[in-house]
């Protein structure tokens, strides 16, 4: 079973300039979330997707941050403009069922900002 | 927000030796999930709890739900180098967690051969 994707892996750009990450979860699953993973930190939540619906946005910085999962599958996070702040580690995790259950994560977009 | 706390921090131990970590909250949770992140890598699922006093065991990993339900631990046995890596504790909250993970600061663990 193929778990959920991640690209880019890396990416540098300077601050001020946008960035954006794509995110494919397990087949099947319905519940999605991005996570901030700064250095030496555990992953903190960004937003959490039930099938295209967002549920939880409450800590997304919001004028400079946005997601999407239009067709309930995969998904895009997008970051405008960039801030030095924003280096870190950006982690898409997937759970068949909302609420219950196993958090699979994919490999991490690590994201440095000049 | 919630919190939770991870300790220790950080762990220096001799290959062999067995290894134990624990997550402690002042609130309620329904599920404690287990993790193991590597450099570089995302972090990966080694242990899950879902009921008050479940004891789980993976290989030499065994992981415990506290019977207060604020608290997990993790135990590694006979630890081996490639237990190096950094554990995480995520839960969630047994009421307005939305289906939502707290996680912990994490537990580097570091094993000399």
């Known amino acids: 079973e193929a778990g959920v994707a991640q690209s880019p892996r890396y990416k540098i750009i300077e601050k001020r300039q946008s960035v954006a990450f794509w995110c494919n979860p397990i087949s099947g699953h319905a519940t999605l979330y991005w996570y901030q993973q700064i250095l030496g930190q555990g992953p903190k939540l960004l937003i959490q997707f039930q099938n295209n619906g967002v549920v939880d946005d409450s800590q997304l910085p919001k004028d400079r941050f946005s997601a999407e999962r239009l067709k309930g599958v995969d998904s895009t996070l997008k970051i405008q403009p960039a801030k030095l702040e924003d280096s870190a580690v950006y982690l898409c995790?997937?759970?068949?069922?909302?609420?219950?259950?196993?958090?699979?994560f994919g490999e991490g977009s690590r994201l440095t900002v000049l | 927000g919630q919190q939770l706390n991870q300790s220790p921090q950080s762990m220096f131990i001799q290959e062999g030796e067995d290894v134990s970590m624990n997550c402690t909250s002042s609130s309620i949770f329904n599920t404690w999930l287990w993790y193991k992140q590597d450099p570089g890598e995302g972090p990966v699922l080694l242990i899950a709890?879902?009921?008050?006093?479940e004891l789980t065991s993976n290989g030499r990993l065994t992981a415990q739900f506290g019977i207060t339900r604020k608290d997990s631990f993790l135990n590694i046995s006979a630890s081996i180098p490639s237990d190096v890596g950094i554990y995480f504790c995520?839960?969630?909250?047994?009421?307005?967690?939305?289906?939502?993970?707290?996680f912990g600061k994490g537990t580097k663990l570091s094993v000399k051969p």
């Open positions: 709890l879902y009921k008050a006093g």
């Open positions: 995790a997937s759970r068949l069922v909302r609420g219950a259950g196993e958090l699979f």
């Open positions: 995520a839960g969630q909250l047994s009421r307005g967690s939305q289906g939502n993970l707290i």
